[in-house]
Every structure is written in structure tokens, then in C-alpha cells.
């Protein structure tokens, strides 16, 4: 398969604490992008990272990439409540850069 | 700015009935996807189009079409509904960097 794949499946956290969750991959990409599904809604985007790229930060989030072990991780930082949603990785690759495969994501719940 | 705008937002159909779920973007954006989502399964692509007129076959195609007569519109028809097209249907549009717009789902349920 050409998915990726996340690990773990489901995480649970308090608030504060940091989340990390991986992606692994078994293809050469293009890009690597992770994005966030709360419950019953629309995915949005977080984060893009070229296969040329290492490491990419936005606010909070933390994104890694080592083409090598074909791997990335999502780091949130002082999670919040409101950080509670599914969190999915996508895989541009082959001769698209636009055509997304996504994995099936990482439950991620963060008590108060 | 609404994004992307998908209809209806839920819909029971019947077994052999048909129906289109439309796609609208008002970001004139050039690339448009459909996806399903199901339990334990992620999101897998259906069809996309890359541009006005254009429709491709994504990873799962059977028992759904496609058209995108109009640049701003993507819809997704199912002829003949059966069981195992249950699921949550999203669109999405890029222009193609950097990360698709989703829009909100469409919950379809055939009994």
C-alpha cells in the first residue's frame, strides 16, 4: 500500500503536555502534509513538508521529516483541549505533488 | 468566503436509487477531489479533476461519475446506489499547493 501509516492509533493526554504522533511510509514522496479532523467535520490543513525539507514549525505544531527511515512526526506542544480531534498524515508522490494518499489517522484526546 | 460548499449534507437514499452530491468552490481553485471516508479505512479518492472539463480516476472508482462542467462545481453521481456506498463523501480543492479546503461532508447512508 501506498498509504501511510500512523502511529499510534489513539493517544491520550492531559492538557499541557506535548503529543507526538508518527507516520510511516513505504514510498518516495513528494511531500508529507498532516492535517486535523475534529468530529464530524471537514479535514483541515496544518502543515506541509518537502522531501527535501527536515524539519518545519508552525506555532504549536512541530513537523519532521527523515526520508531515509520514511518517516514524519507531529509534535503538538502544550496541548490544549480543543487539540482533541483525529490527526492524519497525507503523501504526495510519484508525478503528482497535488493527488494526496492520507493514512487513517491518530486519535488524539487531550483532558482537561 | 464560504470555501467549499458541499450538498446535501446528509441524505438516506435506497438500494438502486441514484443521486448527485454537489462540490462548490469559490477560491478559483483548479484542482477538485472527491474522497469517502469509512470507519477503520481513512480517506481514499474517488475521482479528481485538474482543471475545467477535465475528470480522472482516483483509487476508487466503481459505481461513481464524475463531471466539471464549470470551473467552481464538482459533482459526484452515483447511478445505482448500493449498501457498500455508505459512507461520508468530502470534497476538497487546491491550486495544487499548498493543502486542500475540505468542505463539511456529505453523511450518506443506503438502506
Known amino acids: 500500500s501506498q498509504q501511510g501509516e500512523e502511529d499510534p492509533q489513539a493517544l491520550s493526554i492531559q492538557e499541557g503536555e506535548n503529543a507526538t504522533m508518527n507516520c510511516s511510509y513505504k514510498t518516495s514522496i513528494n511531500n508529507l502534509q498532516w492535517y486535523r479532523q475534529n468530529s464530524g467535520r471537514g479535514l483541515v490543513h496544518l502543515i506541509l513538508i518537502r522531501s527535501n525539507e527536515r524539519e518545519k514549525h508552525s506555532g504549536r505544531l512541530r513537523v519532521t521529516l527523515d526520508t531515509s527511515k520514511k518517516s514524519s512526526s507531529l509534535l503538538i506542544t502544550a496541548s490544549r483541549a480543543a487539540d482533541t480531534a483525529s490527526y492524519f498524515c497525507?503523501?504526495?508522490?510519484?508525478?503528482?505533488?497535488?493527488?494526496?494518499?492520507f493514512g487513517k489517522g491518530t486519535l488524539l484526546t487531550v483532558n482537561p | 468566503n464560504a470555501g467549499v460548499t458541499q450538498t446535501p449534507k446528509f441524505r438516506v437514499l435506497k438500494t438502486g436509487q441514484s443521486m448527485t452530491l454537489l462540490c462548490a468552490q469559490d477560491?478559483?481553485?483548479?484542482?477538485m477531489y472527491w474522497y469517502r471516508q469509512d470507519p477503520g479505512m481513512g480517506l481514499r479518492l474517488i475521482h479528481y479533476s485538474v482543471g475545467e472539463g477535465t475528470t480522472a480516476k482516483g483509487e476508487v472508482p466503481d459505481g461513481y461519475n464524475v463531471s466539471r462542467l464549470k470551473k467552481q462545481n464538482f459533482l459526484l453521481g452515483l447511478e445505482s446506489a448500493a449498501p457498500s456506498q455508505t459512507s461520508v463523501y468530502f470534497c476538497?480543492?487546491?491550486?495544487?499547493?499548498?493543502?486542500?479546503?475540505f468542505g463539511s461532508g456529505t453523511r450518506l447512508t443506503v438502506v
Open positions: 477560491m478559483n481553485h483548479e484542482y
Open positions: 476538497a480543492s487546491n491550486n495544487p499547493a499548498p493543502g486542500y479546503t
Open positions: 497525507a503523501l504526495a508522490f510519484g508525478g503528482s505533488n497535488y493527488k494526496l494518499t
